[in-house]
């Protein structure tokens, strides 16, 4: 054999073993990669939340990233950036890089709502992001001026049924969640009620206390108050059961609407393509943070029932969201 073959055959083996143990150890830029994981975060983390500060939504981030904060051992700065019903954050958070430093605030209207009345998005709401963990969800409640003459859903739908296009009910805007919840009501009872889109939710819970619409599709942070000081009566809970706020209401599904199931959720995502390492860390610390009894407090304060959990889980609920609502779009010719 010749020198050069025996050289040859000496690089060869040389070469197999290298391949051997870089199969084994990895390669230098995997390495990097689970150095970055595990070290995750190193730096402050943006928290974009794709609605005014002092929102509904706004308030629960805070509580949220504060605990998450503490538990990290790095600040997650909130970023409102709100516009287009929540659109504008939402595009801001699928755009961001995928390396675990920005996470958002996804809610019904950014990742349900906004798909099924458009397909004109600057995002897809499944496609460009990492799912991280539901945080929480709160029912609507469905209530009345004091001065309506109904005192049960029953009632109300047999007092519209009378009046045709003469109750009116606010939102906080045209294609907002409540109005698609009003919408499936009157879809599935078979009346016509008068929409009356406000700029805010605290506007149209002002005049239906005071009498200028009769009923209102509320968050329940929001409304319990109203409710609580009979400025306002509870007719039924829009979640599958009944809430400890109001024990004595009744849910939709009682009051003989089967079926009805609407709620307002949050949720943490990212932008797609996350590291699993991280995605897996900052599940883990949401649902510590979600379980732990200061926060669960606060949530329950704002309405919000605390409810981590899995990545899988929200992706699921985020794709039979699209679907429910596209449906009640078509059928009833909603426009945004």
Same mark, same amino acid.
């Given at each position: ?10 690089r ?26 595990s070290?995750?975060?190193? $730096? ?36 409102? $950036? ?63 001026? =004091?001065?309506? =003459? ?7 739908i ?11 009910y ?22 016509d ?18 009498? $200028? ?36 209401v ?16 949050m ?14 860390r900052?599940n ?15 949530l ?18 985020i ?18």
């Open positions: 054999m010749t020198r050069v073959a025996t050289a040859t055959r000496r060869l083996a040389a070469l197999a073993m290298c391949g051997l143990v870089c199969a084994w150890i990895g390669s230098p830029g995997d390495a990097v990669a689970q150095a970055g994981e070290n995750w975060p190193d $730096r402050p983390v943006r928290f974009i939340v794709p609605f005014p500060a002092g929102s509904a939504s706004d308030i629960v981030a805070r509580i949220v990233a504060q605990k998450l904060g503490a538990l990290l051992g790095q600040q997650f700065v909130i970023d409102n $950036r709100s516009g287009a019903s929540g659109n504008i954050g939402a595009e801001a958070v699928a755009r961001a890089a995928p390396d675990g430093y920005t996470i958002g605030l996804a809610t019904n209207s950014t990742h349900a709502v906004a798909a099924s009345m458009s397909s004109r998005l600057g995002y897809d709401p499944e496609a460009d992001f990492t799912m991280v963990s539901m945080i929480g969800a709160s029912p609507y409640v469905l209530a009345v001026h =004091p001065s309506v =003459p109904a005192t049960t859903v029953a009632e109300l047999a007092l519209a049924k009378a009046k045709p296009h003469e109750l009116s606010g939102t906080a805007g045209q294609a907002s969640l409540a109005h698609l919840a009003a919408e499936l009501f009157s879809t599935m009872a078979g009346v009620l008068a929409h009356i889109p406000y700029r805010s939710s605290a506007q149209a819970v002002l005049d239906a206390t005071t009498g $200028r619409i009769e009923l209102q599709f509320g968050t329940l942070g929001p409304t319990l108050e109203q409710i609580r000081s009979k400025q306002l009566r509870a007719l039924a809970v829009t979640s599958p059961q009944r809430i400890a706020s109001l024990p004595d009744p849910t939709m599904q009682e009051a003989g609407l089967k079926g009805y199931d609407v709620a307002l959720w949720a943490l995502v990212m932008p797609a393509g996350v590291a699993p390492g991280i995605v897996a900052l883990a610390t949401t649902r510590q943070a979600l379980t732990s009894p200061e926060v669960v407090a606060a329950e304060a704002q309405g919000m029932d605390p409810a981590p959990g899995t990545p899988e889980a929200l992706a699921r609920l794709h039979d969201e699209i679907g429910k609502w596209r449906a009640l779009v078509a059928s009833t010719g909603l426009k945004p």
